[in-house]
């Protein structure tokens, strides 16, 4: 009996070994990723297609360039319906979706192998919308799945509020925790504020988009708490400094979350 839980032991220990090397194996190759110079071409395409950029200090800027190499090493992109993957458009997506990590402690997406890219919006009759295309999925433990001209156009304008990269990865950050449920993973003792304020907004854009109201936010955030997490996103990069003035306890959360504050980037 006592023999058998030596073997136990020692099993575990080899398993629990071999899963520490690989996990430091990892983590030195990221860094060593993440301290490469950016091709010349590569920052062209950042500076073409992702207008954020030029807003980001330049610490944040450097790490943002530190996180696509990660991100364009680590990630699997796949053409359809004829595209053909080139390293812009490697670039230009990782660069958008590196945007949330930015200041934070981060695992790059740990669920996420593969970025399904189309030439423009794509019919998926799984998840067929009113207009009978989509820009944009995120699926649970699966693909992103993007259009390129979405994509790029998207990135090239840094203050509409609309971006549907930010809005696919804010999914992923959601459903880290194995749910689409508009909570990504808090610290534990904000979690009541979080639901507190989360809820709220969220009420008061479902009855805004019912009665057709003004909203700062686009209607879309009302379909269901995960949307609203990732519609919020797109609006806290892009447009700041007024979600800062019209949802200040919102902003707040995520800046919280977030680990950056977009409205003190500088801005035209
Ligand atoms: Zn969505």
New binding site residues.
Partial sequence: MSTFYLYVALILVTVFGIYRYHKSRKAKKRQLLFTLDTPKEWLNYIEKNVAIYHFLPKDLQRELLGHVHVFVAEKYFTGHAGLEITDEIRVTIAAQACLLLLNRNTNYFPHLKTIRVYPGGFKNPKHEDKLGHHL???WLRGPVVLSWNDAIEGGQDAEDGRNVVI??F??QLDQLDGAADGRPLINHAHLKTWSKVMSKEFKSLRVKAKLRNHAFFDY?GA?NP??FF??ISEHFYEQPKTFREKHPDLYELLVDYYKVDPATWLRN
């Fill in positions: 944009g999925e995120s809005h696919e804010a999914h879309y379909t995960a949307e990732a519609v």
